[in-house]
Each structure stands twice: as C-alpha cells, then as structure tokens.
C-alpha cells in the first residue's frame, strides 16, 4: 500500500524555523521525482521545491529560495523541507508529492503551517 504521510507542521513566529518530514512507503522512493507543494487559503497550489532523486539535483519557488531546503534520507524512505525565516505568506497547507518512473502519481495527506506572530 502506498502511504506518503507529512508531519512537523505548526504554529510558528516569523522569523522561525520548521522541518517538515514526508514519510513514503508502498513505492520506489529513490528512484521516484519527490516534490513539495502547498496551498493557502484562496489561492491556487504552489510547487514549493523538487527534490530529483535520480539526479540529485533540488529546485525551489522564488519565493522560498535561500530559505527552505529540500533533503531525503533514502534509508528512512523520508523527504524533508527544512524552512528557515518563515514569514506569514508561508502560512498554508504543506503537502508532499511523489511520481514514480511509471508515471503513477500519489500525495500526503497535508500538513498545516502558521506563521503569525
């Protein structure tokens, strides 16, 4: 069964720190394109960062660049967004993406960020 699962979500001051963490099971994650992506409220998704696994190679929205950072840990089948200097416009739901070489796509379930002071 294929299971992607987000956590690290929360209420946060701008200026702060979070680490999100995308859990995957059910599917090859090293060889799978793992994305980041989020929606506030009103507004149309947003792809956030890409995190290439073949390739190893990451790209990120203007809008987060120098801030946030996409990592894996393939022993632990598990995708990271380390984002630094939160600011309110960061405020959404957070939800990890996967595509495996087949082209078959499957998504987390969503993790909740606030940045209010």
């Known amino acids: 069964q294929v299971q992607l699962v987000e956590s690290g979500g929360g209420l946060v001051q701008p200026g702060r720190s979070l680490r999100l963490s995308c859990a995957a099971s059910?599917?090859?994650?090293?060889?799978?394109?793992i994305r980041w992506y989020r929606q506030a409220p009103g507004k149309e998704s947003e792809l956030v960062a890409v995190f290439i696994s073949a390739g190893g190679s990451t790209n990120y929205a203007d809008s987060v660049k120098g801030r946030f950072t996409i990592s894996r840990d393939n022993a632990k089948n598990t995708v990271y967004l380390q984002m630094n200097n939160l600011k309110p416009d960061d405020t959404a739901v957070y939800y990890c993406n996967a595509r495996t070489p087949w082209g078959s796509v499957y998504w987390g379930q969503g993790t909740q960020v606030t940045v209010s002071s």
């Open positions: 059910g599917f090859p994650f090293s060889t799978s394109l």
